[in-house]
């Protein structure tokens, strides 16, 4: 396989029991879907709301020296999608969705750290307080228009009550 970045071929290491490619030239690292917890070292873990809210100060992302170029997947050749990994690591990834992830040199040690210290836990509860904020500002949305119909109908009334119906 060549590397998406510099299109030197890319060597087979395997490391307990995970295989990755390595490019010699710049360091990045391909990973397959499939391999890609083990890669990272994804193991369940717990920890407080309390942690999980504080990994914003305890993490340091990776900057970014270079500008940004899209690169092509080395197993389909389509253009790969530059994303956050775990939406607030600051580690951007190039990821083909049917095959695998593209890490330049460091990220993906990057990648365990941000996890290990509960990254994944906390995109969990991010999504989950994201969801319980859209739904209370749905109630509240729809307390207020029952709340203005009940406004409407009581003035109404008023009205019917003043011209004697």
Known sequence: ?????????????????IETDECPKCGGVWVDNIEEKDALKMKPAVFTVEELKNIRNVYEP???????????????NKFMWRKNYLHHSGIVIDKCKEH???FDKGELEKAAEFIKKGGAEYE?????????????????SEINRVDRQMWRLHYIGRILSMIGL
């Open 62 to 76: 990776l900057g970014r020296e270079e500008s940004i170029k899209y690169y092509r997947c080395p197993r389909c």
């Open 1 to 17: 396989m060549r590397c998406p970045k510099c299109e030197v071929e890319m060597r087979i290491l395997l490391e307990d029991g």
């Open 124 to 140: 969990k509860l991010r999504i989950a307080e994201k969801g319980i904020t859209g739904t209370q500002n749905k109630l509240i």
């Open 100 to 102: 695998g992830a593209f």
